[in-house]
């Protein structure tokens, strides 16, 4: 039987409900990332993945620290004070806000996402310190226009603004469409915005394998791309070194372990010129 919530936390329209039995990306990769806001299917098809590729906790747990890195060095370095996070997920440690307002309290975040659980922990989301502010727009990705003008409301698009894009493209069934979502956000952004993108390359056959069975169990499903697809994000940005690379090897932390292995999940920091 399928499992319905209601849900308190949306002001107008209908409530959003909660579809306990079948999995959900936000849902999985909370629980791989240690988290509690997830169901017996998520960690059912979890467990599955796992054992079949054990590597994805590394995964996770790479593409968490790679995007905090990421922040560090656009709060930082860059000067950046403006985020824009679509494909938020459910909120774990060392959010966006929670990152960027370390290095630069007067950093203003937007989240967008579209899961009903993440909109019932978006208040998780929204302790800005007094400096910053946070909010967050639910939305579906492919509607740029919504995300935008709410966005609006926070951001201020005269200024630059870095916009996050993690493992969140792959979900949209092609290339081009992909591209053209990155395309209609990064056209209103002034020069000097960054985009920061994420996504899992088809060069693993096992993970491929794996993503196989994702997509025959979970929602929504999971296209893995070349490099070469990924890259293509990118046009017409310039990319901070070191480029296009695995998440392990984009400015890892010092370690005195080594380097760790590639994991086959590429990231890209680029600035708008």
Partial sequence: MTEEI?????DEGEKPKIDSSVPQT??????????KDNYAVDRALGDEITKAFPIMLDIARADRAVLNRAVRYLA????VRQFLDVGTGLPTANNTHEVAQSVAPESRIVY???DPLVLVHARALLTSGPEGATDYIDADIRDTETILREAGRTLDFSKPVAVILSG????????EEARDVVRRIMDVLPSGSYLVALDGANTNPELNQVMEIWNETANPPYTMR????IR?????????EPGLVDVTV????????????TLDNLVGVARKP
């Fill in 6 to 10: 209601d849900l308190s936390g949306k």
């Fill in 26 to 35: 936000a849902r999985v990769w909370n629980y791989w990332l240690g988290g």
């Fill in 76 to 79: 930082g370095e860059a000067g």
């Fill in 112 to 114: 967008v996402d579209y």
């Fill in 168 to 175: 969140i493209l792959a979900h949209l069934p092609t290339v």
């Fill in 226 to 229: 070349s490099p070469q697809e």
């Fill in 232 to 240: 293509s994000y990118f046009d017409g940005l310039e990319f901070v």
């Fill in 250 to 261: 984009w400015r890892p932390d010092p370690s005195p372990s080594g380097p760790p292995p």
